[in-house]
Structure formats: C-alpha cells, structure tokens
C-alpha cells in the first residue's frame, strides 16, 4: 500500500510538472538614435544607430524601419533586422530633385513582446560643397539703370562655400569678384569689395544648379560711373 501511494504521488508531480511553461521574460532594449541627421541633396548618407539589449530574451529580433520621409528621399533597404545588441545602418539618399529643408520623420522599432516603439527625428536635406557645383563658364546678361548687355563669366571654386568670378559685370578680365554661398538656402552674397580695375562691388542673390542671380551696386566702373545691376549668369 505504501509503495502505491509513493507511486502516486511520482506520477502527480512529473505530470504537473510537464504542464509548467518555461517564459523567457519580454525584450528590453534601447535605441539610441539622434536628433538631427542631414543629407547631402544627390547624395547619400549611413545613419547608424545602436541597438542596445538591456534584459529579457537575448534572442529576440528587433525590426526597425524609418517612416514620413520627404519625397525624393529613399532607404537603399527598408527595414532592418537584428537581434540585440546589434548596429543598423540606414542608407539614405536624397536625389536631385529633392527639396531643401528639415523634415520631422519617425524611426519604427517593433519586436514581438514590446510591440512598437517610435523614436522622433530631424531629417535635413542639405548642400555641401555648393561651391564646387557652381564653377564653370557662363554667360551675363545685366539690366542696369544705364544700359542693358551681355559679356561672359567665369567662375572658379574657392573652397565649399566660395566662388570666385572673373568679369562680374562685363568690368573686364582683370577683375575678380569673391561670391560667398549659403548651401542651404541658395543664397549668394558679393562683401563690399575692390574687384580690381578700379571698381568697388557689393551685393547680393541665389543660384540654382545652372544660373546665379546677383543684385548689386558698382563704384566707380570703367565708364566713369556708378551703377545699379541686376546679373544674370546662366550656363
């Protein structure tokens, strides 16, 4: 009799003990994103960011993917998945036709304890090296208070954000007027200035990939006077 109740009680506990489900705990994890990211217009950038394990199943896979992006603006992979601790490295590219500015956009983490997580950011779309972009020959035409013409133009980088531009104004090949840019916002400024042959120069624009626009005020110009501009070069 004893022996029954002994192998009884055996058999209770190894079938309550099958009915135990062994639970790994839910995933907890980290992003460590950032607040500004910029990318170069027709051109491309690897955002990277850490996915950090903290504590529950080590196993667990974590997909990330990046919503609300501006249009023109791609990922060269959509969603990313690891297993934590892991790097993700968006590739993103903005192409020609993509527009200036900052865009609020939103990192997507989903794992299946934690659901989805949603991180905030700025994507800028920016230029670099503008200045590079402008050089090259091209062609002026001026509306001026005291005559209207046309002359060529040259323009030569002076580093990422400089040009610097040979017969600004028709004034002659021995002048050279120092254009400063503003990439982001296609703005060109021309500081007061001795441009050679005697004339002093000041003004301002913008440009586009193929023309630049400058507003400006001409001392002293070859033909003895003082002028008022509006430059149009194109090429």
Partial sequence: MKNCVLLSMLVLSLFAGSCIKNTNPPLAYLVDTATNVYVNQNDSFHYKMDVRFLTGNYNEKVTLTI????????????????TPTFVADFLIYADSASSLGNYPVTLIAYSPTTGNKYYTFNLGVVHYKCGYNLKGNYTGHNTCKVTNYTYAVTGTSSGDTALNLVNLGGYGSNTTAFMRLNCNTDSVYVDRQDIGNGVTMSGRGHFTSNSIVISYIALNTPGGFNDTCTAVLSR
């Fill in 67 to 82: 919503t609300g992006l501006p249009p023109h603006v791609r990922l060269a992979k959509d969603t990313i998945i690891g």
